[in-house]
């Protein structure tokens, strides 16, 4: 998923300049290469979280239990002075940590309805002195958040920064939340050479891990032990190709399968680092294309329900110069910060 600062007028996963058919066969190629290495398949199960059970479907804000309850996890964190001064929620990522939606003149702008600032305001029921720091970037991979190179900071990179800020807040850090890794791909496929694609793509996965095994140690060793870190795993936005026809019916279907893949490798990492996981994949029902599955809902004149959830959770499905456009809207951030809520209250 791209996250640049404008709107995408080619779906993230395909690579720009090509006709319609060689997107095709370049895509799928690539991406059933890429959902073996990854091991997963088109009909690949959700990837796991910290909370399986969890139906995403059921309850909204008021029923995900009441401001302060379960939040043990969040005072773990905070062990320096108890009176007075703030404390402090660390949001980190690419540009869904900074709710970027896109204009009416398709321009995508960051906002204050992202997920984060969602999980904040209700974090703030129980802790009144919390504080929401952003340092997201938009278009940042586990690489640049490690070595810089997109956005500016004082520190270089990302990751160097949001060190610099756990130690000089040791014991005043409430919450960290990272979503990363959805644009790692976008380098193989942007402007490639199709014969590059897949051996590419291949590299990906263990880059990722390495990665982001790379971000989450320092951001241990920052924190501390106690404070809880909280990641996430992706929707499918080229799900809402679907409706374009036979070519988007099949990069939705392998493109699931590989985010099914990429997914679970996230989900591993994290939970090596003692970090829990929004399974937002999950809570946007990625892999339900209806009883029929994948096959199934490919001949079935039926658009499937995680194309459904797709177009009504995201701008993919909207019309120019808005969309398409693979960013969350206000009722995709809301589920999303509902599936961060989930991770840390259990």
Same mark, same amino acid.
């Given at each position: 998923?791209?996250?640049s600062?404008?709107?995408?007028?080619?779906?993230?996963?395909?690579?720009?300049?090509?006709?319609p058919?060689?997107?095709?066969?370049?895509?799928?190629?690539?991406?059933?290469t890429?959902?073996?290495?990854?091991?997963?398949?088109?009909?690949?199960s959700?990837?796991?979280? /910290?909370?399986?059970?969890?139906?995403p479907?059921?309850?909204?804000?008021?029923?995900?239990?009441?401001?302060?309850?379960g939040?043990?996890?969040v005072?773990?964190?905070?062990?320096?002075?108890?009176?007075?001064?703030?404390v402090?929620?660390?949001?980190?990522?690419? /540009?869904l +940590?900074?709710?970027? $939606?896109?204009?009416a003149?398709?321009?995508n702008?960051?906002?204050?309805?992202g997920?984060?600032?969602?999980?904040?305001?209700?974090?703030?029921?129980?802790?009144?002195?919390?504080?929401?720091?952003?340092?997201?970037c938009?278009?940042?991979?586990?690489?640049?958040?490690?070595?810089?190179?997109?956005?500016?900071?004082?520190?270089?990179?990302?990751?160097? $920064?949001?060190?610099?800020?756990?130690?000089?807040?040791?014991?005043?850090?409430?919450?960290?939340?990272?979503?990363?890794?959805?644009?790692?791909?976008? +380098?193989?496929?942007?402007?490639a050479?199709?014969?590059?694609?897949?051996?590419?793509?291949? +590299?990906?996965?263990?880059?990722?891990?390495?990665?982001?095994?790379t971000i989450?140690r320092?951001?241990?060793?920052?924190?501390?032990?106690?404070?809880l870190?909280?990641?996430?795993?992706?929707y499918?936005?080229?799900?809402?190709?679907w409706?374009?026809?036979?070519?988007?019916?099949?990069?939705?279907?392998l493109?699931?399968a590989?985010?099914?893949?990429?997914?679970?490798?996230?989900?591993h990492?994290?939970?090596?680092?003692?970090?829990?996981?929004?399974n937002?994949?999950a809570?946007?029902? +990625?892999?339900?294309?209806?009883a029929?599955?994948?096959?199934?809902?490919?001949?079935?004149?039926?658009t499937?329900?995680?194309?459904?959830?797709?177009?009504?959770?995201?701008?993919m499905?909207?019309a120019?110069?808005?969309?398409?456009n693979?960013?969350?809207?206000?009722?995709g951030? $809301?589920?999303?910060a509902?599936?961060?809520?989930?991770?840390?209250? /259990?």
């Amino acid at each position: 998923m791209r996250r640049s600062d404008r709107t995408a007028r080619v779906p993230a996963c395909l690579p720009g300049g090509l006709a319609p058919a060689g997107v095709a066969r370049a895509a799928i190629a690539a991406l059933v290469t890429t959902a073996v290495l990854a091991g997963c398949a088109a009909s690949a199960s959700n990837p796991p979280s /910290s909370h399986p059970h969890a139906d995403p479907r059921r309850a909204g804000w008021q029923r995900e239990g009441v401001p302060g309850a379960g939040l043990a996890a969040v005072r773990r964190g905070l062990t320096g002075p108890a009176a007075g001064g703030p404390v402090y929620y660390l949001s980190l990522g690419d /540009s869904l +940590s900074r709710g970027i $939606q896109p204009t009416a003149t398709g321009q995508n702008i960051p906002t204050q309805r992202g997920y984060a600032d969602q999980l904040a305001a209700r974090l703030r029921a129980a802790i009144p002195r919390l504080r929401l720091v952003k340092l997201g970037c938009s278009g940042e991979t586990t690489w640049t958040m490690i070595n810089g190179g997109i956005c500016g900071y004082p520190a270089r990179s990302q990751l160097a $920064q949001a060190v610099s800020f756990l130690r000089a807040h040791r014991g005043r850090t409430a919450l960290i939340t990272i979503d990363i890794g959805g644009n790692d791909p976008n +380098s193989c496929v942007i402007g490639a050479r199709p014969d590059t694609i897949v051996g590419c793509l291949a +590299s990906k996965v263990p880059q990722l891990e390495r990665n982001l095994s790379t971000i989450l140690r320092g951001l241990r060793a920052a924190a501390g032990r106690r404070v809880l870190i909280v990641g996430m795993t992706y929707y499918v936005p080229e799900l809402g190709l679907w409706r374009s026809g036979r070519t988007g019916r099949q990069i939705g279907m392998l493109t699931d399968a590989f985010a099914a893949g990429a997914n679970r490798v996230l989900v591993h990492r994290y939970h090596r680092y003692g970090a829990r996981v929004a399974n937002v994949f999950a809570a946007f029902r +990625s892999t339900d294309f209806g009883a029929g599955g994948p096959a199934g809902a490919s001949r079935s004149r039926r658009t499937p329900p995680n194309v459904t959830k797709i177009c009504s959770l995201t701008w993919m499905c909207a019309a120019p110069p808005r969309g398409p456009n693979e960013h969350a809207n206000d009722a995709g951030y $809301q589920l999303i910060a509902r599936a961060f809520w989930r991770a840390i209250t /259990s």
